[in-house]
């Protein structure tokens, strides 16, 4: 855990990973703390499965480390890291895909994604029974996956256009066009009722956050030859 008398709010995300790279490897827990609810979001958005969603973080971290030597600042850090994360739930996701029958095509828009694939009966029922951030996630999930990423990354993550864009590899105009579409296929009174309060929604804290640094430190350590950083 991270060592008395460090101030890990006052570190900017390059101060700890220079730290890191000196050799303070301890460090790296800073990281994990301050981003699991973000990679989290965006792995469940790709892969709507919570344990797969922490399998992909705990990869998406130790590649990170291994990797962190390459990491050049030509792009904010938690930008990298989440692209790190988006690309090792989209590679899981196209694993799963070959064992699962798309079933038959729809006719759709961009990317055959104009219907809306609800995963519940009827997110104005959830709304009469459940706590808003309940009804939200539920809207949320059954959106199509290239809009769910959009609308986690951008309106629940608050991103900017620009760094979504980067993170999920595709244009400013298309995040644009499929926030945009996200936010039509999210029922009317729904989206109405939610407003801006999505900060506590799919939360990643407690016992769960504490899971994954540790099991992430562990994995770290562990002795390595892969031409990565190596920090002393």
């Not at 060592?3 to 570190?11: C, E, R, V």
């Not at 790296?28 to 919570?50: C, G, T």
């Amino acid at each position: 855990m991270i060592g008395a008398g460090i101030n890990a709010d006052a570190m900017t995300d390059e101060e700890v990973v220079e730290r890191v790279l000196a050799g303070e490897t301890a460090l790296f827990e800073i990281i994990m703390r301050r981003y699991n609810r973000r990679l989290y979001r965006v792995s469940r958005a790709i892969l709507m499965d919570d344990r797969e969603a922490e399998d992909v973080m705990q990869d998406a971290y130790v590649r990170a480390y291994t990797h962190l030597g390459q990491f050049e600042r030509r792009a904010r850090f938690s930008t990298w890291l989440t692209k790190i994360a988006v690309h090792e739930a989209k590679a899981r996701a196209r694993r799963r895909s070959r064992f699962v029958d798309p079933g038959p095509a729809r006719n759709a828009g961009e990317d055959g994604m104009n219907t809306f694939t609800s995963r519940t009966r009827d997110p104005e029922q959830q709304a009469l029974s459940r706590e808003l951030s309940v009804v939200l996630e539920a809207a949320v999930d059954a959106l199509p996956e290239a809009y769910r990423s959009v609308f986690m990354l951008r309106k629940i993550e608050e991103m900017s256009t620009a760094e979504t864009a980067e993170c999920l590899d595709i244009s400013e105009e298309t995040v644009k066009v499929r926030l945009h579409r996200a936010r039509s296929l999210l029922r009317e009174e729904i989206y109405a009722r939610i407003g801006t309060k999505t900060s506590g929604t799919f939360e990643f804290a407690g016992l769960r956050c504490d899971r994954l640094v540790l099991s992430v430190l562990d994995e770290i350590k562990k002795p390595r030859d892969r031409g990565a950083h190596n920090p002393a």
